[in-house]
């Protein structure tokens, strides 16, 4: 697959399982409950390193990495994030409420591609 097709994915990745996957509870409850937060993460993780599975690797040792990485990393974003897109939203501040959440984006983008090309491209 070329790199433009597998940054594409990655980021179609991202869509599924941060979006099509979160269910409305974790999304209303993730901002102040740890269990609703852990369990969007891990579904988060668990659809993204199946995707990766089939699509960029069948190392296990990596999509193990790319598992617990992503884990890691989309836990701790979405522990700070959620809470200020709740914030901001219960003030119905929508500039506030947008700019945090497409700082939560830029963030996730990021960590994915540093994430892809650590694990992936260059493993």
Same mark, same amino acid.
């Given at each position: 697959?070329?790199?433009?097709? !597998?940054?594409?994915? $990655? /980021?179609? =990745?991202?869509? @599924?399982?941060? /979006?099509?996957?979160? =269910?409305?509870?974790?999304?209303?409850?993730?901002?102040?409950? $740890?269990?609703?937060?852990?369990?969007?993460?891990?579904?988060?993780?668990? $659809?993204?390193?199946?995707?990766?599975?089939?699509?960029?690797?069948?190392? +296990?040792? @990596?999509? %193990?990495? $790319?598992?617990?990485?992503? %884990?890691?990393?989309?836990?701790? =974003?979405? +522990? +700070? =994030?959620?809470?200020?897109? !709740? #914030?901001?939203?219960?003030?119905?501040?929508? %500039?506030? %409420?947008?700019?945090?959440?497409?700082?939560?984006?830029? @963030?996730?983008?990021?960590?994915?591609?540093?994430? #892809?090309? #650590?694990? @992936?491209?260059?493993?």
């Amino acid at each position: 697959m070329s790199l433009a097709l !597998s940054l594409i994915f $990655v /980021f179609l =990745t991202h869509y @599924i399982a941060d /979006f099509l996957c979160q =269910t409305r509870e974790m999304a209303n409850n993730k901002s102040s409950s $740890v269990y609703w937060l852990t369990l969007h993460v891990l579904t988060y993780s668990i $659809v993204t390193s199946i995707l990766w599975g089939v699509f960029l690797t069948q190392d +296990f040792l @990596i999509l %193990f990495l $790319v598992w617990w990485t992503t %884990f890691l990393t989309h836990w701790t =974003t979405d +522990f +700070f =994030t959620s809470k200020g897109t !709740s #914030y901001f939203y219960k003030k119905n501040n929508m %500039f506030g %409420f947008f700019s945090t959440l497409g700082f939560d984006q830029f @963030i996730h983008a990021s960590t994915l591609l540093l994430t #892809y090309f #650590y694990f @992936i491209k260059h493993g």
